[in-house]
């Protein structure tokens, strides 16, 4: 059985000092957790002091983006290197918000993606459709196209060391949810891709998280569909409750 993992996606939230208060919050909320792979992403600026108080590595600490050079004059930018100089180890690739505000597109997160890779960070990679395809009835092209796109050149044995987040775009933020049988369709979709391109063995494997209004009250339903192995969380994690609910949620399924 693959093992569950809930990532938290902080976004722009949290000062340092916030920031402490709240992992410190649910590192003792948490300690009881034994199966379920948890990870937090707060902003760059917080991944220092975030990394620092859950120094033991139960909690795995991501960064929300990062630009595919190593170093140069990027103003702005953060490289792999500098997130690893921080304790994180992990990075969210792609994300809609992302893709909806910064132009970021298939290439740039494929470029990314390798650089990550190289860097020995883990990526989670982020796909999904916009309200219209969904409503157009293209949601298989477009998650597809993302697919195949982002992981252009990756070897297999590079594969095994993502995560995919299939974050239907429509409920992300806005309350909506995907049912967990559309959401189970896609990730299917995007589980059956994935043995096309590599084999099967390796889509068996592969943890492939749903993002989009993951609450308290609809993480269970979710988390039980075969093909959902976790959650990236948004605004549900920047409430420490509300965030270890839905860990529970995973941690009775496994």
Known sequence: MRKKVIAGNW????????????????????????????????????LSVVAEVLGDGKIGVGAQNMYWEQQGAFTGEISAEMIKSTGASYV?????ERRQYFAESDETVNKKLVTALNANLKPIVCLGEIFE?????????????????ALRGLTAQQIKSLIIAYEPVWAIGTGKTAS??????????????????????IAENLIIQYGGSVKPDNAYELL???????ALVG????????????????????
């Open 133 to 149: 395809e969904r409503e157009n009835g293209i949601t298989n092209q477009v998650v597809e196209r993302q697919l195949q796109g």
């Open 224 to 230: 039980k569909q075969a093909d959902i192995d976790g």
């Open 11 to 46: 976004k722009m939230h949290k000062t340092n000092s916030q920031a402490i208060k709240l992992v410190e919050a649910l590192k003792a909320k948490t300690a009881n957790i034994k199966k379920t792979k948890i990870i937090v992403c707060p902003p760059a600026t917080a």
């Open 235 to 254: 605004g549900a994690c920047l409430d420490v409750d509300s965030f270890t609910q839905i860990i529970s949620s995973a941690e009775k399924l496994q």
């Open 180 to 201: 967990p049988e559309q959401a189970q369709e896609v990730h299917a979709f995007i589980r059956l891709n994935i043995g096309k391109m590599y084999d099967k063995a």
């Open 92 to 96: 969210i690739l792609g994300h809609s």
